[in-house]
């Protein structure tokens, strides 16, 4: 079964909590709920991840290399920042939706650069939440056409 794996980056946890006129009310575990019952529409095994961590986030992306068919990264601020982040999911080969629950190109400046943009098939930001069944949908269309 074609199984894809959300992964989420720096302060996504507090999701909820965290400036809800930008991020909305819906907490990451609510999202995670939603992410299943979308995945199980879909037919497709989801691993739904969070960390903190750069380096969490980069071990998580080299162990999906084998494990999952496709990623779907909000990597929140490393977005705009991580080399490495990018290097890492170049190395693994894997398809990438980047991921963002606020419209970062109507924000602050600095928001507009992506290392993850560059690296990744699409991008999908500006739905809140919805944003995560979008990507889903998205990847199992991608996956699907590249079979
Ligand atoms: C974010 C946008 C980033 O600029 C910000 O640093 C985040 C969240 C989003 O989902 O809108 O942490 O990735």
Same mark, same amino acid.
């Given at each position: 079964?074609?199984?894809? +794996?959300?992964?989420?980056?720096?302060?996504?946890?507090?999701?909820?909590?965290?400036?809800?006129?930008?991020?909305?009310?819906?907490?990451?575990?609510?999202?995670?709920?939603?992410?299943?019952?979308?995945?199980?529409?879909? @037919?497709?095994?989801? #691993?739904?991840?969070?960390?903190?961590?750069?380096?969490? +986030?980069?071990?998580?992306?080299?162990?999906?290399?084998? #494990?999952?068919?496709?990623?779907?990264?909000?990597?929140?601020?490393?977005?705009?920042?991580?080399? #490495?982040?990018?290097?890492?999911?170049?190395?693994?080969?894997?398809?990438?939706?980047?991921?963002?629950? @606020?419209?970062?190109?109507?924000?602050?400046?600095?928001?507009?650069? @992506?290392?993850?943009?560059?690296?990744?098939?699409?991008?999908?930001?500006?739905?809140?939440?919805?944003?995560?069944?979008?990507?889903?949908?998205?990847?199992?269309?991608? +996956?699907?056409?590249?079979?």
């Amino acid at each position: 079964m074609t199984s894809i +794996l959300i992964l989420n980056g720096p302060n996504l946890n507090l999701l909820g909590t965290r400036q809800p006129q930008v991020y909305g009310t819906t907490t990451l575990a609510d999202i995670e709920t939603m992410c299943r019952v979308r995945a199980k529409a879909l @037919s497709v095994d989801l #691993a739904f991840d969070q960390t903190n961590s750069e380096g969490a +986030l980069i071990d998580t992306i080299h162990a999906a290399r084998g #494990a999952h068919d496709g990623i779907i990264l909000n990597a929140g601020a490393y977005t705009h920042t991580s080399i #490495a982040l990018m290097d890492a999911l170049t190395s693994v080969e894997l398809p990438v939706i980047e991921l963002h629950l @606020s419209n970062i190109h109507a924000r602050e400046t600095f928001r507009h650069q @992506s290392y993850i943009s560059k690296v990744a098939v699409g991008v999908i930001c500006g739905f809140g939440a919805q944003g995560y069944e979008l990507a889903l949908d998205a990847m199992v269309g991608h +996956l699907e056409r590249a079979a």
